[in-house]
């Protein structure tokens, strides 16, 4: 059972235009969020993160927003560039174990 | 530079051979995890240990043992490998249990 879920496995977009990255979750208990950026043969990166407190955080060029009545999170990056290609993934903590719980990942491509 | 090793790099294994992957960390994190990452699950999380002399089961426990014998080290083995546990596998850190989580690069591992 995927307690965090990303629906694209992969998305692509042209650099200079607006790239969003979709999440979504079943666990009402999760209250802590992080996006998490990997390339090839490299764990993955700290990117950004959102408390359930708010709805929204950003950083640059990332923001991230979060919608707790529909389990809903997404990152969005502005203007997307070539060397943010790679894949991202989103990942929950809360609940009885408090440990993150990731998603399947989001390959994006974005194209020169 | 401060971070997590990882070794090895890749490794093939014939099953029901043991086998221990090794991380260490330079950065005096309290928390250390084990995850692997499989096409179309994300990453799941094997074992972790939120100081040291102390471990924890995480979602895929099964076949996997750990130990945390000092702050830096956090080997993760394989009692008798199984093709099931062909995967890439990451060892992360954080300051504290719900920080924010520091990566290896990972260990490509294949059971045959």
């Known amino acids: 059972d995927q307690q965090v879920k990303q629906n694209s496995p992969s998305l692509s977009v042209q650099e200079g235009r607006i790239s969003i990255l979709n999440c979504d979750y079943t666990?009402?208990?999760?209250?802590?969020f992080l996006w998490y950026k990997k390339y090839p043969a490299e764990g993955p990166t700290f990117l950004i993160s959102i408390s359930s407190i708010k709805d929204k955080n950003e950083d640059g060029r990332f923001t991230v927003f979060l919608n707790k009545s529909a389990k809903h999170l997404s990152l969005h990056i502005v203007p997307s560039q070539p060397g943010d290609s790679a894949v991202y993934f989103c990942a929950a903590r809360g609940g009885a174990t408090n440990k993150l719980i990731f998603g399947t990942g989001t390959l994006l491509a974005v194209q020169p | 530079i401060a971070g997590i090793t990882q070794a090895p790099t890749s490794q093939i294994l014939a099953a029901g051979r043991r086998m221990t992957l090794r991380c260490t960390q330079d950065m005096r994190h309290n928390a250390m995890y084990w995850y692997r990452q499989d096409l179309g699950l994300g990453l799941r999380l094997i074992h972790y240990?939120?100081?040291?002399?102390?471990?924890g089961k995480g979602e895929v426990p099964d076949g996997y043992s750990v130990s945390r014998a000092n702050t830096d080290d956090f080997p993760l083995t394989l009692a008798s490998a199984v093709p099931s546990q062909t995967s890439v596998y990451f060892c992360a850190s954080s300051i504290e249990p719900n920080s924010p989580l520091h990566f290896g690069n990972g260990t490509r591992l294949t059971v045959t």
């Open positions: 666990n009402s208990m999760f209250d802590y």
């Open positions: 240990s939120n100081t040291a002399g102390t471990t």
